[in-house]
């Protein structure tokens, strides 16, 4: 056995005795591990990268934010996604981890005045948030008036630092195909870096077809972000290969794990 066999095996069974400790028990079977990730079109410690670990319900306590970091610890998710009040409990979990804190804002109807979106975000940025996720006026878009929608998204992107991530939600279910396209137009156009299908809170969620739709519209440079509805490892892969480069999860463990999840988000 050379001396990266004996890693993985030391690996293997390190994760073993974790998983097992923390109730985890549906985790993949790590046995032959470097093998089985082969097989898979995208492996797990690479999907991972992907994931925006989600946790927005107004009924969320304390303890499932220690769950969410705890989580986001053990499978090295990209992100975890939470309310703004909620950043800087999370950030000081996470503090020194590399895992991101991103916060939503304006969240989940977007019909707030942009000045208020504007505040929330220099104070989610100023508590630890390194991502904003807006939610766009979707009332405005909807009526025409394009000119709103754009300053809406500029006045969060003023209020955010430079090396802040900002992504903008469409709410996709409630838009038509034209109003989506203007969407990601208007979005490029204001200094977005990425662009979203859902908040999870208005029925619907990611579709492949509104991917590739908005990585058709916003090019290869601009990030895509679905969020609502990927609750196992073949719709996150899907919405990937469809153009997708950030995934937002409150299923991820079970997308890791293939145990079966209900809910929207």
């Known amino acids: 056995m050379n001396k990266d066999e004996l890693i993985d095996k030391i690996t293997e069974q390190v994760m073993l005795k974790l998983n097992e400790k923390s109730g985890l028990q549906n985790l993949p079977n790590r046995e032959n591990n470097q093998e089985k ?3 898979l079109p995208i492996p797990l410690a690479e999907l991972a990268k992907y994931i925006d670990h989600t946790l927005l319900k107004p009924d969320s306590t304390e303890e499932q934010f220690d769950q969410l970091c705890k989580e986001a610890l053990m499978y090295k998710f990209k992100s975890v996604c939470v309310n703004s009040s909620w950043v800087s409990y999370v950030s000081k979990k996470l ?14 109807l977007g019909g707030m005045d942009s000045r ?13 948030a390194k991502e904003i996720d807006m939610v766009i006026n979707i009332g405005a878009l909807k009526s025409g008036n394009l000119k709103l929608v754009e300053e809406d998204i500029r006045a969060v992107r003023r209020a955010a630092r430079a090396n802040t991530i900002l992504k903008v939600i469409f709410e996709t279910n409630l838009l038509t195909e034209k109003e989506k396209i203007l969407a990601c137009e208007i979005s490029k156009k204001a200094g977005a870096d990425f662009v979203k299908t859902s908040t999870g809170f208005s029925g619907g969620g990611a579709t492949v077809e509104d991917i590739i739709l908005m990585r058709r519209i916003v090019g290869p440079t601009m990030g895509v972000k679905a969020s609502g509805g990927i609750k196992d490892y073949n719709t996150a892969v899907a919405m990937i290969k469809a153009g997708a480069n950030r995934l937002g999860c409150g299923a991820s463990v079970s997308i890791m794990t293939g145990a079966t999840v209900l809910g929207d988000y």
């Open 116 to 128: 208020s979106k504007a505040f929330e975000t220099q104070n989610a940025i100023e508590s630890g």
């Open 95 to 108: 503090r020194g981890s590399g895992i991101l804190v991103c916060s939503v804002v304006g969240f989940p």
């Open 37 to 39: 990730q082969n097989i």
